[in-house]
């Protein structure tokens, strides 16, 4: 984030739609289908629209709603943001309390697993940390301890498992020992709980390649290939368990975690893509990719996301190398420009490099702005990053693709009737835009701001209009959400299945990301500068946040061969 309703960030049309079950088949279907697609983009994106917030110039209409008594102001906004958070989390208590999911319509909740899996409850856990809720922060901890038990006869996918539990579990360990307020004696289950179902998630990486299964058993510890995509890994999903699994490695001093993990940017690297761009299916038994479709949407959006955050996280330079070769590629091959408003988009590569490009573009891919600015500045404002000697051209232009692209994503929250934006959109192009861009110079549009031009350039198809309440937003979407998603007599939030009809459709559930991620960030969008600096914490694609560690115990344990690249 950020399926039914676990969203499977990297899947399907987009990525984030998770089929669920009871018992039975996993709990799957790729974020990389994620965050449903609208999941994943929700946690990156959100930290795109902080970082970019913070280094771009206001606009006037803008400025004269906020600058005077700023300070006043954000902080009434950060209690708005943290008051949807208590009026959602309180119905969720009232109405599912244990339960995997929420409807909020039918005010009911549904499970996952035979004996749950604190889905919601667990991805719950630092946002109370980080809002000083102590009193729904004691009450979720109790039942973690109480009831929370990994001993279940289900499947459930890797990848979701990994960014939203095991990640939600070590950033309560980590936050429970940096931030005032919310320690307590029973702290110990958070990591407790982590190395449990970190055990019965290494299963998923026993392939003869190292390239984890789709999903894992948990009674069993057996990985389980995909059910769907002739048995293929997503890409995004096998490649966004890192963060997580050298973090616990680091506290524990067990160095399976990290190596299991590694094993995997190994593989997926001495393949030798050329231009730094992958393929969204990989093989577990043979470790090759499947196709030649590249995309920065669903199944490939978070691959990119943590080549730059594993650098971030442990400063190994090899993942800044590969971060530098995939901008570039990016830059090089997919930033074409619309027809009537010259916005730059990320398109796709239905065929691989020298094919034709697809001018759609998943709200997933909003997550790419944060993170190029997140790469050039080292997690500092702008203005404090090119005071500094390593600031170069390079960066500069990094950080003017980065507003553009961010301009783009903006544009889709401001041509749709609530305000809020689809699940994707198809851009209208010039057919010359859409050749193979192999042998041409990367190029960079000089966009108009007319939004009459965005309007045209927009193309919105009914099964696209969703909104699944991602955390790519800022104040004037708050509203928005606030005005659409609000469940009546303040019984929480809901997805909609229309954005562009008024009143929007309702889709009767409430992601587990609109409290993991979504609210997460606008809170710290609207906090001081020095909570959860992004110079000290590096967040995971569900928005948990982990701490900037060093090398630590370990170090990398391969090396690039580039002599391989194609």
């Given amino acids: ?182 320690s307590s004696g029973r702290d110990h289950v958070y990591l407790s709980k982590a190395v449990d179902l970190a055990n019965r998630l290494l299963g998923a990486y026993d392939s003869p390649s190292g390239i984890p299964y789709a999903s894992i058993h948990l009674a069993s510890r057996r990985g389980i290939v995909s059910h769907a995509d002739g048995g293929a890994s997503s890409t995004a999903e096998a490649t966004t368990l890192q963060l997580e699994m050298k973090y616990l490695s680091n506290i524990t001093g067990n160095d399976i975690y990290w190596r299991k993990a590694e094993k995997v940017m190994e593989v997926v690297d001495g393949i030798g893509m050329p231009d730094g761009l992958v393929p969204i299916f990989i093989a577990p038994h043979l470790g090759r990719f499947t196709t030649r479709e590249i995309r920065l949407g669903s199944r490939g959006d978070s691959y990119y996301e943590y080549l730059i955050k594993q650098y971030l996280q442990t400063s190994e330079l090899i993942y800044l190398d590969m971060w530098e070769e995939a901008l570039a590629g990016i830059q090089k091959h997919l930033i074409i420009p619309t027809k009537h408003a010259r916005l730059n988009i990320v398109a796709e590569l239905p065929s691989g490099i020298g094919g034709a490009l697809s001018p759609k573009m998943d709200h997933l891919v909003c997550f790419l702005p944060g993170t190029i600015a997140l790469g050039a500045t080292d997690g500092l404002t702008e203005a404090e990053a090119r005071r500094l000697p390593s600031w170069s051209p390079e960066k500069a232009q990094q950080m003017k693709l980065a507003r553009e692209l961010m301009k783009t994503c903006w544009g889709m929250y401001k041509v749709t009737r609530t305000g809020l934006a689809p699940e994707i959109v198809w851009f209208r192009t010039d057919d010359s835009e859409l050749q193979s861009r192999s042998n041409k110079p990367p190029s960079l549009a000089h966009s108009c701001d007319s939004e009459d031009a965005w309007e045209k350039d927009f193309n919105i198809k009914p099964l696209d209009a969703h909104n699944l309440q991602r955390p790519e937003t800022v104040e004037k979407i708050f509203k928005a959400f606030q005005e659409y998603s609000a469940v009546e007599f303040g019984e929480g939030y809901s997805s909609l299945d229309n954005v562009n009809q008024i009143p929007p459709p309702r889709r009767d559930n409430m992601e587990s990301f609109w409290l993991a991620e979504t609210l997460k960030y606008l809170y710290l969008l609207f906090s001081p500068d020095d909570v959860l600096p992004l110079t000290e914490v590096v967040f995971n694609t569900e928005a948990h946040a982990l701490p900037r560690m060093g090398m630590g115990k370990f170090k990398t344990g391969w090396e690039r061969n580039r002599g391989q690249r194609n």
């Fill in 1 to 182: 984030m950020a399926g039914s309703s676990v969203r499977n960030r990297k899947s399907g049309a987009s990525h984030r739609a998770i089929t669920l079950r009871s018992v039975g088949p996993p709990i799957s279907t790729p974020r990389s289908a994620r965050k449903a697609p609208f999941i994943v983009a929700a946690i990156v994106f959100g930290t795109s629209l902080i970082l970019w917030l913070s280094i771009q110039a206001i606009p006037s209409s803008l400025e004269r709603m906020w600058l005077p008594n700023r300070l006043e102001k954000w902080e009434d906004r950060r209690e708005q943001v943290k008051s949807a958070f208590v009026s959602s989390w309180d119905a969720y208590s009232k109405h599912a309390w244990g339960y995997d999911q929420f409807h909020p319509i039918s005010r009911k909740g549904s499970m996952m697993s035979p004996k749950g899996l604190g889905w919601i409850i667990v991805d719950s856990l630092d946002t109370m940390m980080i809002m000083n809720l102590t009193s729904q922060l004691s009450d979720a901890r109790f039942w973690l301890h109480r009831k929370l038990d990994y001993e279940q006869d289900q499947d459930v996918n890797t990848f979701e498992t990994t960014i939203r539990m095991l990640g939600g579990l070590l950033s309560a360990h980590y936050l429970s020992k940096l931030l005032p307020g919310v």
